[in-house]
């Protein structure tokens, strides 16, 4: 999280890095919640009679949410643990299914995924300098910054929605013709 706020202290003079630190994780866990953007995709395979599919997941992440396609197929019916999902019904003979697991970092994370710091820095770097502009009192306090700041995180959230949908989209389009009648 160094990464962050050494960009950000100039925005927040006099501002305590401590401070900063956490509403980088605070904005980072807000936007990764938001959006799904931290994916990661994986192929399982479960032994028949098995209904329980666990996932090895990065340090300092927790799983939000979940998508399996067995065949291309959603699979809609499981409950959701912290690194696994149980299927309602157990499968009858051994499968694999396409999975794609969204993460966002925990609150004891210690540093954050390289795509956050990358890709979408001015979203993370904007959601955490609102909460800190709009403390009045300080040196650092600017309302009218903050609502600039808050713009920007609402712009590239999304498009980071966007794109998060984009990647999953397991469909083909087509255009099919129709008579007119």
């Not at 098995?50 to 396609?69: A, H, N, R, Y």
């Amino acid at each position: 999280m160094d990464r962050f706020t050494d960009l950000l202290l100039p925005y927040l003079p006099g501002c305590p890095t401590a401070i900063i630190k956490t509403e980088v994780l605070q904005s980072a866990i807000r936007f990764c919640e938001d959006t799904w953007i931290w994916q990661q995709d994986a192929e399982k395979t479960i032994a028949g009679g098995e209904d329980e599919i666990s996932f090895t997941l990065p340090v300092g992440s927790k799983m939000i949410g979940v998508q399996i396609l067995i065949n291309g197929s959603i699979v809609n019916s499981y409950t959701k643990g912290e690194s696994k999902i149980t299927l309602d019904d157990a499968v009858a003979s051994s499968k694999t299914f396409q999975t794609t697991v969204y993460l966002a970092p925990t609150r004891a994370a210690s540093d954050l995924p390289d795509l956050l710091y990358d890709t979408w820095f001015e979203a993370v770097a904007a959601g955490a300098k609102v909460p800190l502009m709009m403390m009045p009192g300080h040196p650092w306090h600017n309302q009218r910054g903050a609502m600039v700041e808050q713009t920007k995180y609402l712009h590239e959230m999304g498009r980071a929605r966007q794109q998060a949908r984009k990647t999953n989209d397991q469909t083909e389009l087509s255009v099919l013709p129709r008579p007119f009648i």
